[in-house]
């Protein structure tokens, strides 16, 4: 097909809206979606002339895109049925009466002669290791058939307390071969906070690592496990990674890893289950209580995927994957189904900037990484400590650059330019665990603007809203989704009657997703993101709940209550601060600063440690005894009291008032620094 480009701009923009990267048309005619585009108009299905007409369709023609989808992709189905039973949400029913299994398109590719997976971890661990496709079925094989000697198959939940290491990857797919359902919360989640998650699903096997990496620390995890094992009692099979000490005894009546996929026996046949069949449960951040747990079904993953990592990032069997992430975030999720399309995707188990603040793009070059995601916050702290990535590694293979969990500020994609390379784009993506993929994001045949996502993603039917539901350009509302997808949560766990998951999404707006992000969507059909319009702390890619935060620091004696706010900035950084009511007599001094840290960071994660404690008279609240987190948190960003807060719902409305004068006298203080 046939498209107009512009070169590649001499001088990188940063200035919102311009023009920051610009595919050459040789990029164009290669991408997967040019491809599929031309297989569109070859078969019949669709005369496309532009990137805006196919998502025009894929939106209008909801079932026709998503039927292409799996004929596109080969995606092996049985069974008969239509695509959609209904459109209406919540429990919209994608292909009723088809069977399938995800682990079957990912074991598609043993043919491959490249890795399937590369682990790798901070210096002093197990160093580089690379798991062949061939490798990969074997272990994925003898891992089922371990499972299944043990009764473990449909209705059964096994879970993992895990870093990002190959052995997350294939207790996974082992788990989904066997109609079983995964969930996995990352070994940097305190034990306590593990329990709130995946006690709730129940599960007849834990595997865990006897500890991880990071930040140059060896922090071991199996002296946590007999708590774990007492709090979920319905565990009847434990297996331990060894991780840390090669060789070391695992405690009595758990199995080592090593034993479990030992050997071959039987060759594996991937269970079919119904397209909806539960694949994994991902967890909310659990901001007002227990964490929601997500159910996603095979089908809606796997088609959703292909999309997103084929289509928008133009991944394929070529490829070297990388992004940053955790096993408790589904962008690990994501990073897995990088299998779907043949990559090779890379394992990583430590800090991004450890031994020094570049080992990221250290280990990009170590492994000739073609698409390499991370944080806003980690190229920002890159972009503030001078480095030029491109010109201290070997960054040649890297094509895209992808950046997910916060707001990207506009100058970012000047530094990319100019500091990684200049045909490198900075990909944008916005999203969310509850749909375990994006909305809007790159377009690999369309131009990158400076702070603004490229587009929505192809059948997503985006918008943004006001209060009244009417739809709006070039101005802030509310994310919106008006048409299903395919991998919108098929239920919320332990929620038999969906009120849980209505309250959730569509009380709002019945019948349509809202979200809970601030968005403008423009003249152009680019996106802005604003930032959460709920109280989710989102510090470097990491969802985490402030309820988490609350149950430990309100456990001090000097602490009556607290309220952490989560809040994004205009120059694009992340600010979380802790405001704490003192109990009678306590002083907020140093040794207390110190207590409070080290709380949190013993019992939730470092990742949450505040960036200023500060003492407040009381903590405002709703008449029926909510904190105030979202009203603050507006305040906070230069909002009026008046106008992010209804006086007669505020238990002490001059509480807010406080927090006006607190934001004021901050906003002094850095203009003052900055004179």
Partial sequence: MDFQVDEIPAVSASAAGEIAWEP?????????????IDWLQDTGR?????????????????EEFWASLKDYFGVQ???TGPVLSTREMPFAEWFPGRWLNYVDTVLSHTSS???AIIDDSEPGGPGPRTISWTELGRQVSALSNWLRDRGVGEGDCVVGYLPNIAETVIAFLATASVGATWSCCGQDYQPEAVVDRLGQLEPVVLVTADGYRFGGREVDRLATLPALQAAIPTLREVLVVDRLHAGRSVPAGTTPWAEAVTGGGLAMTPAHVPFDHPLWVLFSSGTTGKPKGFVHGHGGVMLEHLKALALHLDLGSSDTYLWYTSPSWMVWN?????????????????????PSDDALWALAARHEVTVLGTSPAYLQACARTGRSPGADHDLRRLRTLGATGSVVPPELHSWVADHVGRDVPLASVTGGTDVASGFAGFVPILPVRAGEITAPYLGVALESWDEDGRSLRDTVGELVVTLPLPSMPTRFWDDADGARYREAYFETYPGVWRHGDWITITGRNTVVVHGRSDSTLNRNGIRMG?????RVVEELP?????LVIGAEQGNGEYWMPLFVVLSDRADLDEGLRERIVGRIREAVSSRVVPDDIVAVRGIPHTRTGKKLEVPVKRILQGGDAAAVAEARSVDDPSLLEDFVDYAATRAATSRSKRA
């Fill in 334 to 354: 994501s990073l897995v189904s990088g299998l779907l399309v043949g990559a090779t995707i890379v394992c990583y188990d430590g800090s991004p900037s450890y």
């Fill in 46 to 62: 669709l005369e496309a002339t532009s990137y805006q007409s196919l998502w025009e369709w894929s939106v209008s023609s909801a």
């Fill in 77 to 79: 189905m049985s069974g």
């Fill in 24 to 36: 050459s048309a040789e990029r164009v005619e290669g991408a997967r979606i040019t491809e599929f």
């Fill in 558 to 562: 000097e602490v009556a209550e607290a």
């Fill in 113 to 115: 002669s490249r890795p």
């Fill in 546 to 550: 402030t309820a988490d935060i609350y």
